[in-house]
C-alpha cells in the first residue's frame, strides 16, 4: 500500500495525520492502514488511538479498528497531548502515620489512585508524595520519585508504606515479594460464610470473558491464598470479615469472597446481582448497603520490618467514617 498524505506527520513524533483514502486501500482495516502511513507507531498503538475516539473519518468520529477503509474518505488522525514523563507534584492533602528519610507510611483515603495511568493522569498519591516529601526524595531507579512497592485498589481505603530511598525500596519490595510481613483487612460481606472461618485457596487470573475483571480460572492463574474469620455477623445478611493474605493477586480479596458466594458490599466490579442475603434486613438497611458506592474494603494492619534498622512496625488505622456508618446502621436495627 502507498497512501497518499494529504498532510505529511511531523517528524519527531509522526502521529498526527490526515489522509484521503485512494481505490487502493479501499478493503483494507483501519488500524492497518493508519499505522502503514504513519509509519513510526505500531499497529497496537494506533489501534489503542482509534478506540479511544482520536480517529475520525470524514469528520465524524470511529473508533473501531477493523472497520474497513473507504476509496475518497478522509482520516484524520490526532493523539492526546503528550504529558510530562515524570508526574507533577500536586499539594493534596495525606494523613501520614509515620516518616523517616526512609519510607513513608500513610493511610489512604478512599477514592485517591495510587499511580499516574490513562484516566487517572494526575490527582494521584503519587502526585501528593512529590509534594509532599519531594526534596527528601533520594532517587529511585535514575529518578526522584516514591518507591511504590504495593498498591491498594482506588476505592479501597487503609495503609500503605512507601519508600523514599533506593534501598529501602528494595528492601521492602523484597519484603512483600516474599510475604514476610502481616496485613490485614476488615471487609464487609454479604451473607455469612460456612464456616465462619478459613481459608479460600484458589488461583486468580484475568476473567476469560471480561479482561477488566479478575477470576478464580482453571488454568492460566497465578496462586492466591486468603484467610478469613468472622469478626462480627448481623444474622445471615451481612458479616465483618477480616481477611490476611499469603499472596498479593490483584483483587484479591474481592475475588475470593465473590467466589466463595460473598461478594463485598458495593463492590462495583464483583457484586453481579442482587444478594439473596439483602433480603434478610430490613428495608432501610438494604438500601443503603446497595446503595454505597465503592467495595467495603479497608486495609486496617500493615506490619513489617524497617529497611534500614530491622525494627519491627506495625501501623493501624481505624475503619473510614462511611463503613462506619454502615456498621452503625447495621447495630441499630439488631441483626
Request: hydrophobic residues 40%; contains cysteine; charged residues 20%.
Amino acid at each position: 500500500m502507498s497512501p497518499r498524505t494529504d498532510t505529511p506527520p511531523p517528524p519527531e513524533a509522526a502521529t498526527s495525520l490526515e489522509i484521503t483514502a485512494s481505490s487502493g486501500d479501499a478493503g483494507n482495516r483501519l488500524d492497518r492502514f493508519l499505522a502503514a502511513a504513519i509509519g513510526t507507531l505500531s499497529r497496537s498503538r494506533v489501534k489503542a488511538l482509534i478506540e479511544a475516539g482520536h480517529v475520525s473519518r470524514d469528520g465524524a468520529a470511529t473508533t473501531d479498528p477493523s472497520e474497513t477503509i473507504r476509496a475518497g474518505a478522509l482520516y484524520r488522525m490526532v493523539p492526546p497531548a503528550a504529558v510530562a514523563a515524570t508526574p507533577e507534584a500536586q499539594a493534596i492533602p495525606l494523613e501520614i502515620l509515620f516518616e523517616d528519610r526512609h519510607l513513608i507510611v500513610l493511610n489512604k483515603p478512599a477514592g485517591l489512585v495510587v499511580h499516574p495511568a490513562p484516566g487517572n493522569p494526575d490527582g494521584t498519591l503519587v502526585n501528593a508524595l512529590l509534594a509532599h516529601a519531594g526534596e527528601e526524595l533520594t532517587g529511585i531507579g535514575g529518578e526522584k520519585r516514591p518507591g511504590i512497592v504495593h498498591r491498594l485498589d482506588k476505592e479501597t481505603s487503609g495503609v500503605m508504606v512507601v519508600a523514599k530511598s533506593e534501598p529501602a525500596h528494595v528492601a521492602l519490595s523484597s519484603a512483600f515479594a516474599s510475604r514476610d510481613l502481616e496485613r490485614s483487612y476488615l471487609a464487609l460481606a454479604w451473607g455469612m460464610p460456612s464456616p465462619s472461618s478459613g481459608a479460600v485457596d484458589a488461583p486468580v487470573g484475568r476473567h476469560p470473558m471480561d479482561r477488566k475483571r479478575m477470576a478464580v480460572v482453571v488454568k492460566g492463574g497465578k496462586h492466591a491464598l486468603t484467610h478469613y474469620a468472622t469478626e462480627r455477623a448481623w444474622g445471615t445478611a451481612c458479616a465483618l470479615l477480616r481477611c490476611r493474605l499469603s499472596t498479593g493477586r490483584t483483587h484479591q480479596i474481592r475475588v475470593h469472597m465473590a467466589h466463595l458466594g460473598h461478594p463485598l458490599v458495593g463492590d462495583p466490579v464483583y457484586l453481579r446481582r442482587l444478594p439473596a442475603a439483602a433480603r434478610g434486613l430490613p428495608a432501610e438497611q438494604r438500601e443503603v448497603l446497595l446503595a454505597f458506592p465503592r467495595q467495603a474494603l479497608h486495609a486496617e494492619t500493615l506490619g513489617f520490618r524497617h529497611p534500614e534498622t530491622g525494627e519491627m512496625l506495625r501501623f493501624s488505622a481505624p475503619v473510614p467514617a462511611d463503613m462506619s456508618a454502615l456498621l452503625a446502621l447495621l447495630d441499630r436495627n439488631g441483626q
